[in-house]
């Protein structure tokens, strides 16, 4: 079934999927194709992949909002109601805009702007990118500027991660270790260990004999000062979270027709079912199809003389070695993917899946990319008369 019915009636698609199995090229696909139905369409790389810069006619993506020229979907000879922006995550940025929001006040945005641990805090913790991430998106999608928002995760191990993201930064900022700091300082501006109860004390001392007073310092500063966007923050989190859970939100898998890559796409599918969420469909790309038609040697020697094609050091017996080659491989990818076909059979609604033929060529610009965004919009029976038609050629 075509995705067609998911870009009309959601405002968030996520694209989630292992590395290296075109998650970046369907994310952007979807947005063009979007962008062809006439919607206000944004592409959010969190993973910015020079591909899908160069697939798009532009020389690099950045944090700012990049409208696709509508001159290059005219010489590609591309009828675009719509507009196709895409944007690149900016952790760092971002977070410096949720502390501008919160700040109690302009000197305590300053104090914490300049710590020198809030620069390791907004741009290395674990978990800080893929919280950015949801936090970017929740932002952008609030604003309304936009019809469909599609988001290119990082790959699955990473992708995994920003569901449970707002819970896991605010618990690692607001743990009992990080509120013993905010105890000690607060008070007179300066650590006194004095006021805490013997044994953090002694837990704090220990610290500090490996990284020095000064860097104790630095953080309990900085503690004290984040604390107080902790209301705001955590309401924030809350939002972002639930975000996710609504019910404008899809869900797409990527995957190929590799084993590995379909285990951990289901994998995926499975934690979305323990989160009370549930994935709205599959893409499998550089799936190999089944000839059409198998001819004899004879018919391939026939057709190369009658198109004047020189096959030099190859032959009509090395053509059709190569279709048998083609044969087995699509034979042991329909194996491979019969595995999704059992993982919901008997369901009510299955997940939508669509099959990307494996190409000769790479996705490298307008043209090729919109050949994956018809695959991903039209119906099976388009497909099929495509075909046939390709095969009477």
């Known amino acids: 079934m075509p995705l067609s019915s998911l870009i009309d009636s959601r405002r968030v698609?996520?694209?989630?999927?292992?590395?290296?199995?075109g998650?970046?090229?369907t994310s952007a696909a979807l947005g063009l194709a979007a962008a062809r139905a006439g919607k206000r369409a944004l592409c959010l790389t969190i993973d910015p992949a020079r591909r899908l810069a160069q697939s798009l006619g532009l020389e690099e993506l950045k944090a700012d909002a990049q409208v696709v020229d509508p001159t290059l979907f005219r010489k590609a000879g591309l009828e675009v109601g719509?507009?196709?922006?895409?944007?690149?995550?900016?952790?760092?940025?971002?977070?410096?805009?949720?502390?501008?929001?919160?700040?109690?006040?302009?000197?305590?945005?300053?104090r914490i702007l300049h710590n020198k641990l809030y620069h390791y805090v907004s741009t290395a913790l674990a978990g800080t990118q893929e919280y950015m991430a949801m936090e970017k998106l929740h932002e952008v999608k609030s604003k309304g500027a936009f019809d469909l928002i599609v988001l290119d995760t990082p790959p699955t191990a990473n992708a995994l991660d920003f569901l449970d993201a707002p819970v896991r930064l605010i618990d690692a900022l607001d743990s009992p270790a990080m509120r013993w700091f905010v105890q000690a300082f607060r008070s007179s501006g300066k650590l006194s260990l004095s006021l805490l109860a013997k044994?953090?004390?002694?837990?704090?001392r220990g610290v500090g004999r490996f990284t020095?007073?000064?860097?104790?310092q630095d953080v309990a500063e900085f503690l004290t000062e984040i604390n107080d966007l902790f209301g705001g923050f955590r309401e924030r989190a809350r939002e972002v979270q639930a975000s996710l859970r609504a019910p404008d939100v899809a869900y797409v898998l990527v995957t190929s027709p590799s084993p590995m890559a379909i285990s951990e796409a289901l994998y995926f599918s499975d934690r979305l079912v323990d989160l009370g969420l549930k994935s709205d469909a599959f893409v499998v790309n550089r799936v190999h199809m089944p000839p059409l038609f198998r001819p004899t040697t004879p018919e391939v020697a026939e057709a190369v003389s009658r198109k004047g094609l020189r096959l030099d050091r190859a032959s009509p017996e090395t053509l059709m070695q190569a279709l048998a080659d083609e044969a087995r491989q699509a034979e042991l990818d329909a194996r491979h993917l019969h595995v999704l076909d059992e993982a919901f059979a008997g369901m009510d609604r299955r997940p939508l899946r669509v099959d990307v033929k494996a190409f000769t060529d790479d996705v490298h610009d307008i043209p090729s990319l919109d050949r994956v965004a018809r695959i991903l919009v039209r119906p099976r029976t388009e497909d099929a008369s495509a075909s046939a038609q390709a095969a009477a050629l």
Do not use: Q
């Open 212 to 216: 020095g007073g000064r860097f104790l």
């Open 13 to 21: 698609i996520l694209c989630v999927g292992s590395g290296g199995v």
């Open 23 to 25: 998650k970046t090229t």
């Open 82 to 110: 719509g507009t196709l922006t895409v944007m690149m995550l900016n952790t760092k940025r971002t977070f410096d805009e949720i502390v501008e929001r919160y700040a109690s006040t302009p000197e305590a945005r300053e």
């Open 199 to 204: 044994s953090a004390a002694l837990a704090i």
